[in-house]
């Protein structure tokens, strides 16, 4: 079983940036790509963005390539998305996901793990 754990949400004025964090309890953290998505008020869960197991190739939704950069650190099991210039539009509950395929996806069902989310704020 693999836990994963956000932190790094909060209020934050529109234009701001926040810097989200993802640790995982799993010894083999290098083998799995990871994912960001979002769910908004009254809204679907939405694809953020994805990166593969070695960290060498990421994938954003167009309109958040740019302001949004997902990293990792192996060696810290951890999986970050750095937000910049943040619209109140953003705002939502954000969550990390693991894949036991490395390969990148962008749907909820191509993800085994899931954190219990952290929430985001911005304000205008």
């Known amino acids: 079983q693999v836990e994963l754990v956000e932190s790094g949400g909060g209020l934050v004025q529109a234009g701001g940036s926040l810097r989200l964090s993802c640790a995982a309890s799993?010894?083999?953290?290098?083998?799995?790509?990871m994912g960001w998505f979002r769910r908004a008020p009254g809204k679907e869960r939405e694809f953020v963005a994805a990166?593969?197991?070695?960290?060498?190739?990421?994938f954003y939704t167009d309109n958040r390539k740019g302001r949004f950069t997902i990293s990792r650190d192996n060696a810290k099991n951890t999986v970050y998305l750095q937000m910049n210039n943040l619209r109140p539009e953003d705002t939502a509950v954000y969550y990390c996901?693991?894949?036991?395929?490395?390969?990148?996806?962008?749907?909820?069902?191509?993800?085994?793990?899931w954190g219990q989310g952290t929430q985001v704020t911005v304000s205008s």
């Open positions: 996901a693991g894949s036991r395929l490395s390969v990148l996806g962008d749907r909820s069902e191509d993800y085994d793990y």
């Open positions: 799993v010894r083999t953290f290098g083998s799995y790509a």
């Open positions: 990166i593969t197991p070695s960290g060498g190739t990421t």
